[in-house]
């Protein structure tokens, strides 16, 4: 469920991180715009790795173009006892 609240609601900030306690986000708003995004430091955490997996996948698919690839013969020569 999205959760967007004026910021003038944090005089009852329990109230507004509770929302976020489930995992849910809480988009605040100043002026009747967007302005402010509140959420647990775990789900910032797991947005953060997501990010940064999503980075280092995409160098690895721009190296695999330029710089090509290995087979799988060639990708397990050598574990073979």
């Known amino acids: 469920m999205t959760n967007i609240v004026p ?3 944090l005089k009852n ?16 708003t100043r002026n009747g715009r967007g302005k402010y995004v509140v959420q ?6 797991k947005m953060k790795a997501t990010v940064q997996l999503l ?3 995409s160098k690895g698919i ?8 290995l ?3 060639e990708a397990f ?5």
């Open 7 to 9: 910021i003038s609601d």
């Open 13 to 28: 900030y329990t109230e507004v991180l509770s929302c976020c306690d489930d995992g849910s986000v809480v988009y605040l």
């Open 40 to 45: 647990t430091m775990l789900e910032y955490e």
């Open 55 to 57: 980075a280092d996948l």
């Open 62 to 69: 721009e190296s695999l173009r330029t710089e090509g690839g």
């Open 71 to 73: 087979t799988i013969e």
């Open 77 to 81: 020569e050598g574990l073979e006892e």
